[in-house]
């Protein structure tokens, strides 16, 4: 069970990671999409502007670096996350 909360921890992080450098792959190779644009700016804007978002954001980075993390911990990770998409995307979890 420690294997999986580990793996899906990194898997939530490499999430978080992929939207940005997926947009600078993008980029690279010319295939960029206002869609990928506007959502890698709307995170970086928020992220500097809305001090609850980047609260939000801060938190879940610290979590999931975590050894073990705890039912609690994934109950705050689970809201956290939806408080980021809601934020970022409009979607309510």
């Known amino acids: 069970m420690k294997r999986v909360k580990s793996l899906i921890s990194v898997l939530l992080m490499l999430v978080m990671l992929g939207s940005v450098a997926g947009t600078a792959m993008a980029a690279q190779t010319g295939e960029i999409t206002t869609t990928s644009v506007d959502k890698n700016l709307k995170f970086k804007k928020l992220y500097r502007t809305d001090k609850e978002f980047r609260s939000n954001v801060d938190k ?3 979590i999931i670096v975590k050894d073990k993390l705890s039912d609690r ?3 705050d990770i689970k809201r956290l996350f939806g408080e980021v998409l809601e934020k970022l995307d409009g ?3």
């Open 60 to 62: 879940i980075r610290t």
């Open 91 to 93: 979607i309510r979890t």
């Open 73 to 75: 911990d994934w109950s």
